[in-house]
Every structure is written in C-alpha cells, then in structure tokens.
C-alpha cells in the first residue's frame, strides 16, 4: 500500500514536472503559466542573440573593409580613417597575462589555507570577507588605482624595480605611474577574489573519505593536498582560472583609469603606457563619428564579446564536468 | 597519482611510512613550509585588501556631510557642493533596471527550475551563465546602438535598459537555486489537494522562495548599482537635477570616475566621499536584505 502511494506519488510528481500535461494540453491555465514562462525565456535567449547580431551588423563596415588586418593594424586613427587594434590587443592580454601571473599562486595558496588549514573561528570573518569584496564596485579599484597605486608605483615601485631588475627589458623607460604594470597589478588584486572563490568552492567537494584515507596511511597535510585534493579538483581549478582571464580580459573601467590611454614607444616595458580593448571602447565612443570610427568602436566591443564569450565557455564547461562527476544535483 | 602511488605501494606497505629519519624530517620540513607559504598567501591578499578599502573608507568619511546628499556638485575648482543629482540618479536607474531585469530573470528563473527539462533547459542556463560573464560593457554598446544613437541623445532609460539586461542572469540564477531548496513535498501536497500547475507555483512555491528571491533581487540591484562602463554611453551623467528618463542622467559611480580623473583636489575628495557611500549603499543593502530574509535556508 505504502509503496503504491509513493509510486503513484513518484509518477504524479513525474506528470507535473514533465512535459506530458502540456503536451495532452489538460489544463488551459497551467499551459498559458507555461507559455508565459517560455514566453520570457525566449525574450532572454533573443536578448543574446541580439547583442551577438547587434555587434555583428554594426561592426560590418570595418569588418568588410580592413577584415583581419583590423587585428594586425597598429593605427586607430580617426584622421586618416584607418583603424586597427593591435596595441589594445598587446595591451589586453598583457594586463591580464600579468594579472593571472600572480593572482593564480596567491588564490591558490589561499584557497588551500581556507579549505585545509583555516582554524575554524576565521572562516566566517574570511567568508564574510571575501562576500565584501565580491561588492566593491571596479570603479573604485580604478580610483585606488589612479590616485593611490599609480603615485606609488611612479616615486617608489618603478624607480625600485629599474634599479633593481632594470637589466630586464620589462622595466625600463620613463616612469609614469600609470601604464601596463598598473594596470596589471589591479587586475591581479580585482580577479584574486574570484579565484580563491571558485578553487575553494571546487576544493570543498572532494570527499571527506579521500583525505582521511591519505591520513590515516600517515601521509602530511601537505600530502593529502597534493595527492588527494589537488589532483582531483584540477579541472575546477583550471575552470575557475579561465573565468578569472575572462574577467580580466573584458575589465573596463578600473584598466580604463591606470593604463594611461597613450601610445608609447613599441617594447616590452611594463613601464609603457598602452590601451585595451574596453579602453578604447570607453575613450572613442564619445568621438565617435558615423561611419568608419563608430564601427571600429563597436568591432572592439565584438571583440571583448567573443573573447570572453570563449574562456567563459571553456570555464563553465570544466566546471559543470567536474560538478557532475560529483553529483552536484541540486535536488 | 594512482599510478605514484601504486609503483610506490610495491616497495613499501605504505607510500607515506618513513623510510629514514631523514625523509621524515624532510616531508614534515615540506609540509611546514607549504603551511607557511599559504598562510603568507593569505595574508597578502587580505592585507591588500583590507589596506584598500580601509583607505578608500578613510579618505571618504572625511568629506561626508549632508550637503553630500543634498547639493550638486560646485563649480570646478570650488569648494563644498554634493553628488545629490548623483544618488538620486543611481536610484532612478537601478529602479528602471529592476523593471526589466527583476521579470525577465524571475520568469527564466521559474522555466528553469519548475519545467525546464531536457537539452533546450541546458541550453538555456548555459547562456544564462555565459550572460553574466560578458563585459558590462558590452551591454553598454548595445544599448548604445539601439537607443541613444538614435533618439540622439545619451539618455537615463538607455542606462536603465543596460543595466536591466546586467541583471537577468543574476537574478535568473539565484532564483533558480533558491527554488530548487522549496521542497518537492510541497508541490506535491499542493497538486494532491487539486491546485494546478500554474496554481502551485504563484501560491505555494513562490511564497516558500521568497525571501530569497528578494535576496537576490537586493543582491543584483546593488551589483548594478555599481556599474560604471555600460553608464558611460548610455546615461553619460550630468551635473544637474534631472529625472527625466529620456534626458542624460547622472549615476554615483559616473561622478566617482568623472571627479577621480580631475585635477581639482576639490573633486578628488569628493570622489573619495563617493566610493564611501556607494560602498556603504552596497554593503547596507545586502545585509539588510540578509538580516530580513534571514533564516531563508533554516526553514527547511
């Protein structure tokens, strides 16, 4: 009796949750709820798409005249009508190289001291923490970045590092505070949250019976990370760090207010001050005439588009194997 | 790592039993140093952290008074004068914001949770996902191209609408978590009583989730309260009462960039009272809204 209850339950729970009512169209009001639903749903899915073919038609003038040399051309020059965003690509994936240099060992180390060495009265306060930084607004990276780190990095940092490791091409030249290794260095404090977030959350779900077992055969609690946590929480980590390039890659304003906006001399200096790509999407779009300029403005932005369309993909896509491989339903 | 330890198993009974005195004191050495470096890693980023919003908030609360709130920004180069037109922007497009992003994101969210089943669901929570991980900016430029390039003018509404699609997927995915913790005993006690679908979810379920729901509503307008890129072309800002959506409209984070960049010390520290307010607005309203729904996930 009790079975049956529960397995007509089970196949009741199966009818209202499925698709089978709506198909047999029982019930007119629960179809037009589910209408509704779908309705807005299928608003969102063409909110996507029409970003996506947005950015596609009205970038076409530039895509059709310049195509791929747009990527190699050096030149965004309104004057002479010809556009191209090579240093704001350089400019772009140096920040964020340099970013993720150092954001991935620091959110690692961190991640792993909440996860496994954290005593337990500090978890709170550094959750708490972490939900506060997750907060603050990138404008106010970039402010601190403007008025406190580009100062710093002009009379002390710079002056400090050419002295000291000048003979490397990285630092040289004439220091201005703001530039690439600004920029950098507030990428690096913007995406750590982000990661030490998600290497923690992946961190959590390898089974507790894994690090007991790798403790009790003697092994040290660095050895339990490195033989038990860490290989199987690779893919997530890995995940978490693609979704940190994203997001330094597409940041705007906080690079917008450090990198200096100017053309240098071409090298490989830090010191240089340089563009990227939302930066010059935030600096053009007020110039920004009809016709050539507006497109090379909105080509930049289908750019950021697919990048961070891509690396968003692959993270969440490593992330979702791994959540499976666990058995992260939700119900 | 099967295969290390496996090898290793072969010469000894356990990979990680002492061979020497020597190797012990070298993995305990290793395990030490590891602790320490994480312990440094952690410390540096807190640090970092802490000195830089410490420092913002220092700087901020030295300026703050009501004029803040009340007047509009002086002159250049003038003393006194507030961000009031600033504030009172933020609210106006976080509100317009949450017209557009709070229905279409609770809506997703429901399709997700209570029907969607199948490839096509998949699909859609992917794109969501995907959703909040493109640049603000983008939307920004959407909005740009659809709304002010035409009407001609930078207008408060176009901002509204880019911040409006900020928020669908930050509502549609904490949404969709919250009403996946309503328990199914509840749906099913309500369909067993003869309520329909439609019926069950508006009255039974919905309720249930509602304090979270309004979390992450409250969540996803204070994130949006924040945004600075996609307000660039599409609010723009202004230096003046304004509340007419169609006219540019200004926003807390606009004048924070815009007094930041300036080379007025007026403005600067004016910039720095406006960080400390938007932090606080942020920081207010996300633990109000957790101190008045708290309790959400002890329910069940």
Request: glycine share 10%; charged share 10%.
């Amino acid at each position: 009796m009790q079975q049956q209850l529960s397995a007509s339950l089970a196949s009741l729970r199966e009818r209202s949750v499925g698709w089978s009512i709506a198909r047999s169209g029982k019930r007119p009001a629960d179809l037009l709820f589910r209408g509704i639903t779908m309705l807005f749903v299928l608003i969102v899915l063409a909110l996507v798409i029409g970003v996506a073919l947005v950015l596609v038609i009205n970038s076409w003038p530039t895509i059709s005249t310049f195509g791929f040399s747009f990527l190699t051309n050096q030149a965004f020059d309104p004057v002479h009508n010809t556009y191209g965003v090579l240093p704001a690509i350089f400019g772009t994936l140096v920040t964020s190289a340099f970013a993720l240099l150092f954001a991935i060992p620091l959110g690692l180390g961190a991640s792993i001291f909440v996860v496994d060495f954290c005593p337990r009265p500090l978890r709170v306060p550094l959750a708490f923490f972490s939900d506060l930084l997750a907060a603050v607004p990138s404008v106010i990276f970039g402010l601190f970045g403007f008025l406190v780190l580009a100062p710093w990095l002009q009379l002390t940092g710079e002056p400090w590092l050419n002295k000291h490791l000048g003979f490397l091409p990285f630092f040289q030249g004439q220091m201005q505070g703001v530039g690439l290794l600004a920029a950098g260095m507030i990428l690096t404090i913007m995406v750590l949250p982000l990661i030490v977030a998600v290497s923690r959350e992946v961190m959590l779900t390898v089974p507790g019976a894994q690090r007991e077992a790798l403790l009790a055969l003697g092994a040290t609690r660095w050895e339990v990370i490195r033989y038990a946590v860490l290989p199987f929480s690779r893919i997530g980590i890995l995940g978490g760090i693609i979704l940190a390039l994203g997001r330094a890659l597409g940041e705007t304003m906080a690079v917008t207010m450090v990198i200096g906006n100017q053309a240098s001399r071409p090298g490989l200096s830090l010191f240089n001050t340089g563009y990227s790509l939302s930066s010059v999407i935030a600096n053009q779009f007020g110039e920004a005439t009809p016709g050539l300029f507006l497109s090379a403005v909105i080509e930049a932005g289908l750019i950021v588009f697919l990048i961070t369309f891509i690396t968003n993909f692959l993270a969440r896509w490593l992330i979702s194997r791994l959540t499976r491989r666990t058995g992260g339903t939700h119900l | 790592m099967s295969t290390a330890l496996h090898t290793e198993k072969q010469t000894d009974t356990s990979p990680f039993r002492p061979r020497s005195p020597v190797r012990e004191m070298q993995r305990q050495t290793v395990n030490m140093l590891v602790i320490a470096l994480c312990v440094l890693c952690v410390l540096f980023v807190v640090g970092v952290l802490i000195y830089l919003i410490v420092y913002v908030l220092k700087q901020g609360i030295a300026y703050l008074n009501l004029d803040f709130f009340t007047k509009l920004p002086r002159p250049n180069g003038e003393t006194g004068g507030g961000m009031g037109e600033a504030i009172q922007g933020t609210l106006i497009l976080v509100g317009l914001a949450a017209l557009i992003g709070v229905p279409l994101g609770l809506f997703t969210a429901i399709y997700l949770a209570e029907f969607g089943r199948g490839r096509f669901a998949l699909a859609v929570r992917f794109l969501v996902d995907l959703l909040n991980g493109v640049p603000t900016i983008i939307f920004g430029l959407f909005a740009w191209v659809l709304i002010v390039i035409p009407q001609q003018t930078f207008s408060g509404l176009s901002g509204g609408v880019a911040l409006g699609i900020i928020m669908i997927p930050i509502v549609a995915r904490t949404a969709e978590d919250v009403l996946h913790l309503v328990p199914n005993e509840l749906r099913e006690a309500s369909l067993a009583l003869g309520a329909t679908e439609a019926h069950t979810i508006v009255r039974v379920v919905l309720p249930a989730a509602l304090n979270g729901i309004i979390t992450g509503i409250v969540l996803a307008m204070a994130r949006v309260a924040g945004e600075t890129a996609p307000l660039l072309m599409t609010a723009f800002g202004t230096t003046f009462w304004s509340t007419d959506v169609t006219q540019p409209m200004d926003a807390l984070t606009l004048r924070i960039y815009n007094f930041t960049l300036s080379p007025y010390p007026e403005q600067i520290n004016q910039a720095f009272t406006g960080s400390f307010v938007l932090i606080m607005l942020i920081v207010l309203a996300s633990f109000a809204v957790r101190w008045a729904t708290g309790g959400f996930k002890r329910r069940f």
